[in-house]
């Protein structure tokens, strides 16, 4: 190999080199491993596990809302099911998503390094998410919450059983749950920024970094520096309901909107704590399925960055009907605008690569592509909000429900999906069937347009959110919309099915399946234990597909759609002849 | 910041440590994904300083919140602060500052491989640490006695309250809210330090540190300097409004 040079006498003499770590069995020898790929293994299963009781909870919800009045549920089953949906899928399921689990597996090997510069503290923090998670589970069982996923105060912090008016539901232990999941979310903050910073193989420089790694760092920049403001909002508010500090409480004293501005400081930047990791999944993609170096490398990186900063002063545009002075509403509707800058940069980028480049559509290339047009969507629907006079007539309406599930779902779980499909191979070491996932995607993506296109129109028409009853004029797009979700719900069945055979009887995946030039495609199928057979030196960037060799790209490259597609160069290589001769 | 150049810098450490089972070459102390020492070094020091910025935002929560009640009810934060024992908040301020030194102390003579003066400086350190908790403890108990507790359980007592002060205006508990959450957080923050303290210590002597290798005293320092840090911005705050 031309690109990856190899310094002499490396590093363990002791194990196989070449043994996989997916190797050892035994349920012990997964928790207590430090291998930062097991541990984002565990993530992943964990993270999955928590979407699938997320999407139960919506199901559920949008079941009800069928048909008017009572379908399934009294109301406040409906409150408590809409508040754990939001809440297992915010905190249990989408900010660790991307980064702890796909992160954790990729990050280290698209580093050229062993492991994340802290291997325990990983494993503690995959320790914390679950104590926490047992904290909701245990919240869930003693009756749940009603009070949304945002625990607005004073609804959540006055205890009806100490003659307050509030929510009776189990506050106490959720709000604990999402403050633990906190540490949890910034340990994996701090180990990935000093792991991009000190970790780097020889020969990676910042250029050369993957735009996943950076949209990573820039990922967990906002971790470190929004997440602690959310634990100490949450504490407080913990406390107000336990010891009625009169902080957050009217009734003492206090001020409910200080919780609002305090929450929103930290969820507006989770919002990216949310996306970016997305944009970054969907980058690797775009640029492998195009056999392209990205367009604009720099400025991708860049804007991941703007994105991160920017995402802390617009918390504001939270509160424009909560009782801010009209100037500070008038200074965050403008700065809003301002994220629609490196936003667009990206968006701008991703066409420009795939413009003139090689296009593949395979499953992942579809998920990818379908990030930039729902994310799109919902970017641009955000700037509807963040005018402040739309936003007075559309606050707290199904406009605002269908925005952020364009941005969450639309972008997260798209790119999330997306990298699952990309990087199967190289976490189980088994290819997937393309044809049945490709059906899955397809279901997903109607089904996701027809649920929420229903909201918006029900939304601009005034449709509010959270509320249990309608009128008779809402109900077909409740119906529209409720349809839609079936639909959705069947691709997913699809895509866990085609995951499950994969790992039941999938074929053995090659060492690069799709012919991408970054670095951990070009380690082994599953990778060893530490990684590379022998510490890898880089010559050249990740996406450089000029200077990868043949030998780089195309071992196991096999595209059924476009064979052969880089002008001059050999058709697919067979997938079993390369496998083991190198390296 | 690059790999090579540490690696470069710090060829000479390699040398040592072959065949320690472990299958890579250095000290026994160099975990087994970095390559060199210093870039183990360099990844924990800057781990720490994260953490550290991670946990001044965490307590930014609370000064924001001081802040905009101090700024609302100027006149309540005045009497209410009047009610704090500032001879013991000082004291206690002192006893921080000079853990900070002894802690500093430790970790000059862990770089000098003078082992023995390291467990010193760090018994010294925890000793303090235990001090001011008990300070503490006394302030707590004083506060409970004389109702000055946070809002939905604040009912002061004329004859506990500091002699001569004036009565103590509406939503004085929310003062009390936000000094027992401050304070609270912080001893904590000791607490937890304590524990870390502690640790190194029984590190220490068992000669886990040496001229070479005394990353974990250097990064638990790091931690007890911030403790004693926000103590710093807290004591005037609460105490000398
Ligand atoms: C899979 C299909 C999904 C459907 C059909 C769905 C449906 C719904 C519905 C009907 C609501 C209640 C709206 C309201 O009145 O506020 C809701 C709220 C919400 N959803 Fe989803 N959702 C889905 C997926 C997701 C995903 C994947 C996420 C995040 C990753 C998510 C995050 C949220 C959040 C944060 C709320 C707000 C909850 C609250 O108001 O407290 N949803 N969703
Ligand atoms: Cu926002």
Redesign the pocket.
């Known amino acids: 190999m031309a690109a990856i040079t190899t310094t002499p006498g490396a590093h363990h003499d002791a194990e196989d080199p070449n043994a996989s770590f997916l190797e050892k069995k035994g349920l012990m020898s997964w928790l207590v491993t430090l291998d930062h790929k097991r541990i984002g293994i565990m993530y992943l299963i964990s993270v999955m596990i928590a979407?699938a009781l997320?999407?139960i909870f919506?199901?559920l919800?949008?079941a009800e809302?069928l048909t008017q009045g009572k379908t399934l549920m009294d109301a406040d089953t409906y409150n408590k099911m809409?508040?754990l949906?939001?809440v297992v899928?915010?905190f249990l399921?989408?900010i660790p998503s991307i980064p702890a689990a796909m992160g954790n597996i990729i990050l280290p090997i698209q580093l050229g390094a062993k492991d994340v510069a802290f291997p325990r503290l990983n494993l503690l923090s995959l320790y914390i998410y679950w104590f926490g998670a047992c904290f909701g589970l245990y919240s869930m069982i003693n009756g749940g919450v009603d009070t949304?996923?945002?625990f607005y105060t004073p609804y959540s912090s006055s205890d009806p059983a100490l003659g307050g008016v509030g929510s009776s539901t189990s506050v106490i232990p959720m709000t604990l749950a999402a403050f633990i999941m906190g540490f949890s979310s910034i340990l994996t903050g701090v180990n990935f920024i000093a792991t991009v910073h000190k970790m780097r193989a020889p020969g990676l420089t910042w250029r050369r970094l993957t735009l996943f790694t950076w949209a990573l760092y820039s990922t967990s920049i906002i971790q470190v520096l929004a997440t602690p403001v959310l634990a100490i909002t949450l504490l407080l508010l913990t406390m107000e309901r336990f010891l009625g500090l009169g902080i957050f409480d009217p009734r003492l004293g206090g001020d409910p909107v200080l919780f609002q501005h305090f929450f929103w400081f930290y969820s507006h930047p989770a919002v990216y704590i949310m996306i970016v990791p997305g944009m970054g999944v969907v980058s690797d993609i775009i640029a492998t399925f195009s056999r392209r170096e990205p367009v604009g490398y720099m400025a991708i990186a860049a804007s991941s960055l703007g994105l991160a900063l920017l995402g802390f002063l617009v918390w504001g545009h939270h509160l424009f009907v909560a009782g801010m002075s009209e100037y500070a509403t008038m200074v965050f509707s403008a700065l809003t605008f301002l994220v629609a800058i490196p936003s667009g940069v990206k968006v701008f980028n991703w066409v420009a690569t795939l413009y003139k480049g090689s296009i593949s559509l395979q499953s992942p290339m579809l998920w990818a592509l379908s990030f930039i047009f729902l994310f799109t969507i919902g970017g641009l629907t955000g700037l509807f909000l963040g005018m402040l006079a739309v936003d007075v007539h559309l606050h707290d309406t199904y406009f605002v429900?269908a925005h952020?599930?364009y941005v969450?779902?639309g972008g997260?779980?798209m790119g999330f999906v997306g990298g699952l499909h990309y990087w199967w191979p190289k976490f189980t070491g088994k290819m997937y069937d393309e044809a049945p996932a490709k059906a899955g995607w397809f279901f997903v993506f109607v089904g996701f347009n027809i649920?929420f296109i229903a909201q918006f129109i029900m939304g601009s028409r005034g449709m509010p959110?959270?509320?249990y009853d309608y009128l008779p004029e809402y109900e077909i797009f409740h119906q529209i919309s409720t349809v839609g979700?079936w639909v959705?719900?069947f691709g997913f069945v699809i895509i866990l099915y085609v995951l499950v055979k994969s790992l039941m009887s999938g074929k053995p995946a090659p060492r690069n399946p799709w012919g991408s030039a970054a670095l951990e495609f070009q380690t082994p199928t599953p990778p060893p234990t530490f990684n590379f057979v022998k510490d890898p030196v880089l010559t050249r960037g990740q996406y450089d597909y000029q200077l990868a060799t043949e030998d780089e790209l195309y071992e196991g490259f096999d595209d059924p759609l476009f064979p052969g597609i880089r002008g001059g160069k050999p058709a697919a290589k067979p997938a079993a002849a390369a496998e083991g001769e190198k390296e | 910041m690059s790999s090579e150049a540490t690696a470069g810098a710090h060829a000479g450490d390699h040398g040592d440590g072959h065949g320690d089972g472990h299958g890579h070459h250095g000290p026994k102390w160099l975990a087994h994904h970095f390559d060199t020492p210093a870039q183990q070094f360099d990844a924990a020091k800057l781990g720490m300083w994260v953490f550290l910025a991670q946990e001044l935002l965490f307590f930014s929560g609370l000064f924001v919140a001081y802040g905009v009640y101090r700024s609302w009810y100027p006149e309540m934060f005045k009497a209410a602060s009047h009610q704090l024992d500032k001879i013991m908040g000082g004291t206690n301020t002192i006893v921080l500052l000079f853990s900070s030194f002894t802690a500093a102390m430790a970790v000059r003579s862990s770089q000098l491989g003078k082992q023995k003066e390291t467990g010193r400086y760090l018994l010294v350190t925890i000793l303090c640490a235990f001090g001011f908790l008990v300070i503490k403890y006394f302030e707590y108990q004083h506060k409970f006695e004389a109702g000055l507790l946070p809002s939905r359980y604040f009912h002061p007592h004329m004859d506990h309250l500091v002699a001569g002060s004036a009565p103590l205006p509406a939503n004085t508990g929310t003062f009390f809210g936000i000094y027992f959450m401050m304070t609270g957080v912080h001893g904590v923050h000791v607490i937890v330090g304590i524990g870390v303290l502690i640790w190194i210590y029984l590190r220490n002597q068992r000669g886990d540190f040496s001229k070479e290798f005394f990353t974990p005293v250097d990064i638990a320092a790091l931690y007890w300097h911030l403790v004693d840090l926000v103590w710093i911005y807290l004591f005037p705050l609460l105490y000398l409004v």
């Open positions: 979407f997320g999407g919506a199901l919800v949008r809302l809409f508040s949906h939001g899928m915010v399921f989408i949304g996923w945002t429900v952020f599930h969450m779902v997260t779980v649920t959110r959270r509320y979700s959705l719900g």
